[in-house]
């Protein structure tokens, strides 16, 4: 708004002469100009007569309404624009001025005052009935409102008195109808197509709204019929190539595409969608000659540039991939996720201490900064770079406690994982010494309890956990289905599950757990059901063991065998399914 006050006050002056004019009861004044209209259907409509620093001469009208369009413009001045666009409105329906009308509009257009905007533009197009700009104005106003049969009858009428208009703006909006209303516009469009053969953004249109009604085979029948009378351009070769992927046909539309790119060479919209649609039918390698002949046609072109990167890494060409990413890094585009697959590329190279490097790069409030701290921190404690490793966490949250508290699970978790237990409970002891009774920081103790075999710790901390949180259902369930699996507490295992379910009834793992549960109290049917239920979202190993353990209980022993051969194919190193295959088959 302050530039529309500072324009208004530049034109000071001419208020000031229009006032004396008002006096000397003369029939024109000269108005300031409001700065440039951002709406394309308005500015597409403005008339360079009444543009910035243009003089407006108005009609023959009373003195009073004279009057009226100095204080409006005065308001305006002010940085009133509401209330003199509103006079500006009254004015040109009381006067039908042609000048008042479009200085109406360009206030309506400032202000988004679109109800102004459609009485202004049909007032306008009565006022001038065979002038297309109010039809244009008003076409692209019922498209807004999503008035699409009115729309088009503007559009219509934009063409019959001589003008263009393109009808693909149609399609954009209309992505969102029903079906059977966007097919009465289908209806609508062939007969605007029949009316006005040679203009090829109807039928285009036409394609459009086809391809979204899923009618591919008349959308694509009406390509073929514009194909034979306009020249091919890119935006025709996309939309083929949509339609026929939409069909499943991802072979014909690579080779739409393939033809659209030789024919269109520098067309790099065209280009970047058949790289794309290879990516997505797995030719990685044609796909990344696409981005490399975008690149080399514009070498800064860096999100290019990152795409070539990732192909790169997918095809295994790491010396290519690290080159392009250091690029990136350099001219500081993708620097963060440059930063993060380097270190995944030297961790695939097995050289940690690049590895680690490029991971620590990674900087803080990035999608990438938690899972490059980890792997950083996995290499390090790997390496044997212990103190080296938590020196570096703790620099990284200094000031921060809930990160500090993240990283202190985070790492705890990996010493677990790399054999260094007493070090895991040292840090976890003297982390919960500075933050006392933080359940993250006793759920990772429960891990530690857990991979030591220690109920009784691990019981003890999540009764903490429950009594300071009763709706941690986290908590809940993994005690519950600690009692249910390594003691004979059920009732007390089933009741802390169904705790649990009640707060995230649709958590898989819940699921499997009350399961579970419920199998140790000899209650095959429900159980079998939530195995099944949990089985569905979750494919997991575990509840695949679980699973067919209950169905080799209940006599289907056929079933409990094809579901825990299944579920060997997936994961053939799964110790929980071989170990219960033993259990029930044990001389098979």
Known sequence: ?????????????????????????????????????????????????????????????????????????????????????????????????????????????????????????????????????????????????????????????????????????????TGRLEPRDRQSLIENLRQLAREFEDESSIQIALIQLLAQNRQFEEALYEIQQVLEIIDLTPNMVLLHGQVLQNMDDSEGAARVLRNGVRQFEDDKSLRLSFARLLIQNE??????????????????????????????????????????LEKLILVDQRFDESQYYLGFIYEQLEEMEKSIKHYREVRIGTNNFLAAQQQATRHAIDLGQLNEAHSWLIRQSSGQPRLEILFTTIESNLLIQSGYITEAKSLLDSSLNRFPNESELLFARVLYYDSQGDKAGSERDLQQIIRMQPDDSRALNHLGYML???????????????????????????????????????????????????????????????????????GREKEATQVWEDALEVQPDSELIREVIERFRPYE
């Open 1 to 173: 708004m302050e530039s529309i006050v500072v324009k208004m006050r530049e034109k000071q002056t001419l208020i000031v002469v229009a006032v004396l004019a008002t006096f000397a009861t003369c029939t024109s004044t000269t108005a300031p100009s409001l700065p440039d209209m951002e709406d394309p259907a308005i500015a597409a409509i403005a008339d360079p007569e009444i543009s910035s620093e243009a003089e407006i001469e108005y009609g023959s009208f009373s003195e009073e309404q004279l009057y009226q369009t100095i204080i409006s413009e005065l308001d305006a001045q002010r940085g009133n624009l509401e209330e003199a666009g509103d006079n500006y409105l009254d004015l040109a329906m009381a006067t039908r001025d042609l000048s008042i009308i479009q200085r109406a509009i360009q206030f309506a257009s400032v202000n988004g005052d679109l109800n102004a905007l459609m009485q202004l533009g049909l007032l306008w197009s009565g006022v001038e009935p065979e002038n297309a700009q109010p039809h244009l104005m008003l076409s692209f106003q019922f498209l807004e409102n999503g008035n699409y049969s009115q729309a088009l009858s503007h559009m219509a009428r934009v063409i019959d008195l001589g003008s263009e208009i393109d009808f693909t703006a149609l399609a954009a909006r």
């Open 484 to 554: 249910a699996d390594q003691t004979n507490r059920f009732e007390e295992a089933l009741k802390l599950v169904e705790r649990a379910i009640a707060i995230s009834p649709d958590d898989p793992a819940i699921i499997d757990s009350l399961a579970w549960a419920q199998y140790k109290l000899g209650y095959y049917e429900e159980a079998l059901s939530n195995l099944r239920r949990a089985f569905a979202v979750f494919p997991d190993h575990e509840v695949a063991s679980h699973l067919g353990e209950v169905l080799w209980q209940m």
């Open 283 to 324: 030719d990685f390698k044609e796909a990344q000659e696409q981005f490399e002949i975008i690149v080399e046609q514009d070498p800064e072109d860096w999100e290019t540039l990152y795409s070539v990167a990732l192909l790169d890494m997918e095809l295994e060409n790491f010396e290519s991939a690290i080159n392009n």
